[in-house]
């Protein structure tokens, strides 16, 4: 069974940066479409960035593209996020599904999911 867990999240001020980690378990001997997702109180899932394991294509929401950065390990996904925003806080969750990515992605595509890490960006 695939367990995905994130830290990271925490408060900053308007410009400040953040890591957001997620460890992984459980992969079986296969590539893995990887996520990252926000989701902000009485709003869906929105996809962040996504990377393909097997070949390291990654792809960004507009919102994210330039300050946030996602990235892997075998057993951990990150997303470096800069320039930080209060818009840009949400609960953000990582995401995984054995298979390629689509773009955009969707939260349906996605099987596995961590408990959320919470960002919050203060002006």
């Known amino acids: 069974q695939v367990q995905l867990v994130e830290s990271g999240g925490g408060s900053v001020q308007t410009g400040g940066s953040l890591t957001l980690s997620c460890d992984t378990s459980?992969?079986?001997?296969?590539?893995?479409?990887v996520a990252w997702f926000r989701q902000t109180p009485g709003k869906g899932r929105e996809g962040v960035a996504h990377?393909?394991?097997?070949?390291?294509t990654d792809a960004y929401a507009d919102s994210a593209k330039g300050p946030f950065t996602i990235s892997h390990t075998k057993n951990t996904l990150y997303l470096q996020m800069n320039g930080l925003r209060p818009e840009d806080t949400a609960k953000y969750y990582c995401?995984?599904?054995?298979?390629?990515?689509?773009?955009?992605?969707?939260?349906?595509?996605?099987?596995?999911w961590g408990q959320g890490t919470q960002v919050t960006v203060s002006s």
């Open positions: 459980g992969y079986t001997d296969r590539d893995y479409c």
């Open positions: 990377i393909f394991t097997g070949t390291g």
């Open positions: 995401a995984a599904a054995p298979h390629g990515c689509w773009y955009p992605v969707s939260p349906s595509d996605f099987p596995y």
